[in-house]
């Protein structure tokens, strides 16, 4: 089904890579910077930048069936952002809200005026038989989806394949209402620290080969001219094994600069069933301060 039908109509679905069922609360229209070339084992160092493919493409806030979270293997929340004082540093998540490009839509029908298992079905839908589909936006969804954009949206998006495992990833920069200085930022023995959220989705495209992630390298370049560079084991605590049954793995993390821009890359470390190792590259995303100077409004959902 094309893109117009599900642009702003709050439409069921299952996911085509992680099975779960949802519906659409509103879309996003995102730039896709696809790095992947057909030269799929070349160091990112030897590819032309002028090579990357940037296109336009539709992606898809939504909300997840509850029942089924238990049995995806992404994390199911998706959406993170910061405390109301400046005092406050804690993370807070949502749970089960999921961003869904238009290709992974597998649209489905319910005869059920709750086909959706989620303690926000009903605060942000309301049942309506002679709509198609048959739920409408509330107002609450509206003036929530207004109060939250600057921590919701959705812009880049960067992709690359190596070795047939592809690797997706959506950078936010993280907002706070309440904040005087730039959405996202913090102050920290007397310096600002910036924040920002990233998603990033391991696929791997080859059902005849099993690889297991082990380690993940990053570099982290900030305006300032810091180089910063992590090592560690897997991701998020976990080695993902990417199969033929299961074969994506989805995860959020954090990560925080002293200036207000900067970029990241790396690579995966993954062993295949034969005890070889292949590196895979992660692809270049940029982290963008958002210059917003309104305050934001208490929120609630």
Same mark, same amino acid.
């Given at each position: 089904?094309?893109?117009?039908? !599900?642009?702003?109509? /709050?439409?069921?679905?299952? %996911?085509?890579?992680?099975?779960?069922?949802?519906?659409?609360?509103? &879309?996003? *229209?995102?730039?896709?910077?696809?790095?992947?070339?057909?030269?799929?084992?070349?160091? =990112?160092?030897? *590819?032309?930048? %002028?090579?990357?493919?940037?296109?336009?493409?539709? !992606?898809?806030?939504?909300?997840?069936?509850?029942?089924?979270?238990?049995?995806?293997?992404?994390?199911?929340?998706?959406?993170?952002?910061? +405390?109301?004082?400046?005092?406050?540093?804690?993370?807070?998540?949502?749970? +089960?809200?999921?961003?869904?490009?238009?290709?992974?839509?597998?649209? @489905?029908?319910?005869?059920?005026?709750?086909?959706?298992?989620?303690?926000?079905?009903?605060?942000?839908?309301? @049942?309506? &038989?002679?709509?198609?589909?048959?739920?409408?936006?509330?107002?609450?969804?509206?003036?929530?989806?207004?109060?939250?954009? %600057?921590?919701?949206? *959705? /812009?880049?998006?960067?992709?690359?394949?190596?070795?047939?495992?592809?690797?997706?990833?959506?950078?936010?920069?993280?907002?706070?209402?309440?904040?005087?200085?730039?959405?996202?930022?913090?102050?920290?023995?007397?310096?600002?620290?910036?924040?920002?959220? @990233?998603?990033?989705?391991?696929? #791997? *495209? #080859?059902?005849?080969?099993?690889?297991?992630?082990?380690?993940?390298?990053?570099?982290?370049?900030?305006?300032? +001219?810091?180089?910063?560079?992590?090592?560690?084991?897997?991701?998020?605590?976990?080695?993902?094994?990417? =199969?033929?049954? !299961?074969?994506?793995?989805?995860?959020?993390? %954090?990560?925080?600069?002293?200036?207000?821009?900067?970029?990241?890359? +790396?690579?995966?470390?993954?062993?295949?069933?034969?005890?070889?190792?292949?590196?895979?590259?992660?692809?270049?995303? #940029?982290?963008?301060?958002?210059?917003?100077?309104?305050?934001?409004?208490? =929120? /609630?959902?």
């Amino acid at each position: 089904m094309d893109e117009g039908f !599900y642009q702003n109509k /709050s439409a069921l679905f299952l %996911h085509r890579v992680f099975g779960y069922r949802g519906i659409i609360l509103f &879309s996003w *229209l995102a730039r896709v910077f696809d790095r992947y070339d057909g030269r799929s084992n070349v160091p =990112s160092s030897q *590819l032309d930048v %002028h090579e990357i493919r940037t296109q336009p493409a539709m !992606y898809y806030q939504v909300l997840i069936d509850s029942r089924d979270m238990p049995f995806i293997r992404a994390q199911t929340e998706a959406v993170t952002f910061l +405390g109301n004082q400046e005092q406050d540093r804690n993370l807070y998540a949502i749970q +089960g809200l999921d961003y869904v490009a238009h290709d992974d839509l597998i649209p @489905y029908t319910s005869t059920e005026r709750t086909p959706i298992e989620h303690e926000l079905f009903h605060k942000f839908l309301i @049942y309506d &038989s002679e709509a198609t589909p048959n739920f409408l936006p509330r107002e609450h969804l509206k003036s929530w989806q207004e109060r939250h954009h %600057h921590w919701l949206e *959705l /812009s880049d998006v960067s992709k690359d394949v190596t070795h047939q495992i592809r690797v997706t990833v959506i950078p936010f920069y993280m907002y706070s209402p309440f904040q005087t200085f730039p959405l996202g930022a913090r102050t920290v023995q007397g310096s600002k620290v910036y924040w920002w959220r @990233y998603s990033i989705r391991i696929e #791997n *495209l #080859n059902p005849d080969e099993v690889v297991t992630l082990r380690e993940r390298h990053w570099r982290i370049f900030s305006l300032s +001219g810091t180089l910063e560079t992590v090592r560690g084991k897997g991701v998020v605590g976990e080695e993902p094994r990417l =199969s033929r049954e !299961y074969p994506a793995f989805q995860y959020s993390s %954090h990560v925080s600069l002293s200036a207000r821009s900067g970029h990241m890359w +790396g690579t995966f470390k993954m062993e295949r069933d034969d005890g070889t190792f292949i590196e895979v590259r992660i692809p270049p995303f #940029n982290l963008e301060c958002k210059s917003d100077s309104m305050l934001g409004e208490k =929120s /609630s959902l």
